[in-house]
Every structure is written in C-alpha cells, then in structure tokens.
C-alpha cells in the first residue's frame, strides 16, 4: 500500500496595504503609509478550499464547526485560518459566525473583498465578556451571488 500521510506545512498569510499620497505643490516627495503585515499559522495539514453559488437570498450555511468532524463538519480546536472572499464586482455580501444559540457576529463584506477569521469564536453580545464557540460560517447575499471560502486546519 502506497504511504498516503501528510506533512504538516506552514501557511503564510501577507496582506499589502500601498498607498502614496501626493503634493499639489508638484513636489515629487508622496507621503508613504505601505505597510506588510505577514502572519504564519503552522501544522497546517488540512484545508478546504470552495467557490459557491448563492442559491436565493437566505442565510445560508457555508461551513460547521464542531468537537468532531462528525458530518463533515470542521473540528472547530484544530482551525487556524478561514477567508471568505465575496467574488461578486458589485454586491456587499453579509458574512458572520453563528453560535446557534443566542450569539453571532455578522459584518457587510464589500465586492472583491475579503474577511478573515483566525478563530471560531464568537460573541454577539454588547460588550463581549464571554466568546462562545461558533458552530457555523454563515453568509447571506443576492441569488447566483459567489463568494470562495478557505479553510486551514491542523
């Protein structure tokens, strides 16, 4: 039989800002305010990566966090990193964790933007003393709307 493990590896996150503000004055000298932050998460040995279609404008569930991956949800201690990236040129797109219970934390995405988690806990309270593990990934937008999800795990 064929040896089939994984080695673990690290992912690198590195997100650019650039931006140079510039002088009416015809001064050539711009101001700077670039910036590159990079964040390694390792042990990485598990990931999902998927593009979705929006079937209508519900809530919809993306991805389930649990103890276990019992029915294929993500094992919600063992992840590191989760992006939602909103596909769509034109249209915001809602994207929140989900407790199920009393708790979520839903934000706007803007199009051709992206969010990221590095956590998959949650607190929709005013004042948030207790984060609650989330037990979904939730999204809502237009029909056909596409956004891609990434999530890594240990």
């Known amino acids: 039989m064929a040896d089939t493990d994984l080695n673990a590896a690290t992912l690198t996150v590195t997100i650019t800002e650039a931006l140079a503000i510039g002088h009416d004055n015809g001064s050539a000298d711009s101001l700077d305010f670039a910036q590159t932050y990079t964040h390694t998460f390792s042990s990485i040995v598990n990931t999902s990566k998927r593009i ?89 937008g237009v029909a056909s709307h596409q956004l891609e999800v990434f999530i890594a795990s240990v």
């Open 52 to 140: 979705i279609k929006l079937a209508n404008t519900n809530l919809t569930e993306v991805a389930t966090f649990a103890a276990t991956t019992a029915d294929g949800a993500f094992v919600r201690a063992d992840v590191r990193y989760i992006r939602v990236t909103n596909l769509d040129g034109t249209t915001a797109l809602q994207v929140g964790l989900d407790d199920e219970d009393s708790d979520a934390a839903y934000t706007s995405l803007a199009a051709n933007s992206s969010i990221m988690y590095t956590g998959t806990t949650v607190e929709g309270g005013n004042g948030g003393s207790t984060l609650d593990n989330a037990t979904a990934l939730k999204v809502k």
